[in-house]
């Protein structure tokens, strides 16, 4: 394998920041349990925020009910001809 030094040991720096970073969210958990119900919702209210929206569906359909959503044609044609491919295809 080929790679030089200096990116090695920046590549193994980010491995430590990481599992620095996995070790702060592991003990927050862990202080949070150990605390009042308000401080837990405070807690998960931030994760939330942290998370984001992962899929928000507007429109026909049931927002509670993803398999009865309509297929947008339109913006899947768009997808493709964003990725290059024919219409057709």
């Known amino acids: ?3 030089p030094l200096r990116t090695f040991w920046l590549m193994n720096r980010n491995i430590d920041r ?10 927050s ?5 150990q605390s009042n119900a308000e ?3 405070t807690f998960r209210r931030g994760l ?3 998370a984001g929206v992962i ?3 507007e429109g026909e359909g049931d927002i509670n ?13 768009d997808l493709k001809r964003m990725a290059g491919q024919k219409i057709g295809q």
């Not at 958990?29 to 349990?33: I, P, Q």
């Not at 009910?65 to 044609?77: C, H, Q, S, V, Y």
């Open 65 to 77: 009910n993803p398999l009865e959503a309509k297929r947008d044609d339109t913006g899947f044609a």
């Open 18 to 27: 990481i599992e620095a970073k996995n070790d702060m969210r592991a003990m």
């Open 48 to 50: 939330s925020i942290e």
């Open 39 to 41: 401080t837990a919702n």
């Open 55 to 57: 899929v928000k569906m």
């Open 29 to 33: 958990v862990a202080m949070v349990a």
């Open 1 to 3: 394998m080929r790679l």
